[in-house]
């Protein structure tokens, strides 16, 4: 992995372009403790990406700062390997547009 990565973003905004993309549909079942070790669970059918959308309507301004920066990260993620930024000895075979 290279020692040194710097990534730089610029013009980020919406396209008003609407697109499709599958819908997922999966159980799900969180447990925890809490710091009294209380026993707790959440369990329920998520629906991707319609979750994201409910966070993004009705949650909160941290949610939504939350999953910004989830997105954020993962869309920095996808354009690094999309460059082979962290294959060995990798060089892009093509500058990268953001």
């Given at each position: 992995?290279?020692?040194e990565?710097?990534?730089w973003?610029?013009?980020?905004?919406?396209?008003?372009?609407?697109v499709q993309?599958?819908q997922?549909?999966?159980?799900?079942?969180?447990e925890?403790?809490?710091n009294?070790n209380?026993?707790?669970?959440?369990?329920?059918?998520?629906l991707?990406?319609?979750?994201?959308l409910?966070?993004?309507?009705?949650?909160?301004?941290?949610d939504?700062?939350?999953?910004?920066?989830?997105?954020r990260?993962?869309?920095l993620?996808?354009q690094?390997?999309?460059?082979?930024?962290?294959k060995?000895d990798?060089?892009?075979?093509?500058?990268?547009?953001?």
């Open positions: 992995m290279p020692r990565v710097n990534v973003t610029s013009d980020w905004r919406a396209t008003g372009e609407k993309v599958p997922y549909r999966f159980g799900i079942r969180v925890w403790r809490t009294k209380v026993a707790k669970q959440h369990q329920r059918v998520a991707f990406p319609d979750d994201l409910e966070l993004v309507r009705d949650g909160d301004a941290d939504r700062e939350w999953l910004e920066e989830r997105l990260e993962l869309l993620d996808v690094r390997r999309l460059a082979k930024v962290d060995e990798a060089v892009a075979e093509k500058p990268v547009k953001l």
